[in-house]
């Protein structure tokens, strides 16, 4: 159990892998990362691997672990050229990593899509750590351990929605400024400028 104390704790992530996630990239491959947060503003996150079942292998570090948080809110992402796109998302009651034995929690869990779905499962191990103790090497990740708990809260699925909103607005707004510029290409190689009535006779005249 984590007790409250002058000294405090830090959370270390293990961000091992996902599989069975959404292909949301519409030119390619997902460009997928993982990030972590207790309050949905700081954020920690690990390096990009490309497809469905990106393999991380990474530490995450989330200082100053307090009693009144309630969750660890976990976020796969599609990084594109503007917003990134989310693929999926859940919060992690932390309870379940205090009570822990020696306060660690290795698992699989459970994410949800844009459209409030289950769909695809992240692997990661959890350790709670004093102040001043720095994280160590990646942890071991128990391929037979249960599958931990996981949940859809109800402020994080209204900040994911916004999320695919705003993405989803960039991608029309690049898709019709792609058409108008190439409708003005197209009219400049053939629509070309037509003479005015005025241009023509004085050209004709210019002839005699």
Same mark, same amino acid.
């Given at each position: ?14 961000? /091992? ?23 949905? +503003? ?19 570090? #989330? ?5 009144? /948080? ?19 998302? %859940? ?22 899509? %844009? ?11 959890? !350790? ?17 351990? !249960?599958?931990?708990?996981?949940? #859809? ?5 209204? !900040?994911? +929605?916004? #999320? ?9 707004? +690049? ?13 400049? #190689?053939?629509?070309?400028?037509? +003479? ?11 002839? /005699?």
């Amino acid at each position: 159990m984590l007790h409250s104390s002058a000294h405090g704790y830090n959370l270390e992530c293990t961000a /091992h892998k996902a599989y069975e996630l959404d292909d949301v990239d519409r030119t390619g491959k997902n460009d997928a990362y993982c990030r972590i947060s207790f309050d949905m +503003k700081n954020w920690e996150k690990t390096v990009i691997k490309k497809g469905t079942t990106p393999d991380w292998q990474q530490i995450l570090f #989330l200082r100053d672990l307090k009693p009144e /948080h309630e969750y660890v809110y976990v976020e796969v992402m599609d990084e594109e050229t503007g917003s990134d796109e989310p693929i999926g998302f %859940c919060a992690i009651p932390l309870d379940q990593i205090r009570n822990a034995q020696g306060q660690k929690f290795s698992g699989e869990f459970e994410l949800w899509t %844009c459209k409030s779905a289950r769909k695809g499962k992240v692997c990661l191990t959890f !350790r709670v750590i004093p102040l001043g103790e720095e994280p160590g090497s990646a942890l071991t990740y128990e391929a037979s351990t !249960r599958l931990g708990v996981s949940k #859809l809260d109800p402020e994080h699925e209204k !900040r994911i +929605k916004k #999320l695919k909103l705003k993405e989803a607005a960039e991608d029309t707004a +690049k898709l019709v400024g792609g058409f108008a510029a190439a409708g003005a290409a197209l009219g400049g #190689l053939f629509g070309g400028k037509k +003479k005015t009535e005025g241009e023509t006779t004085e050209a004709t005249h210019a002839q /005699h």
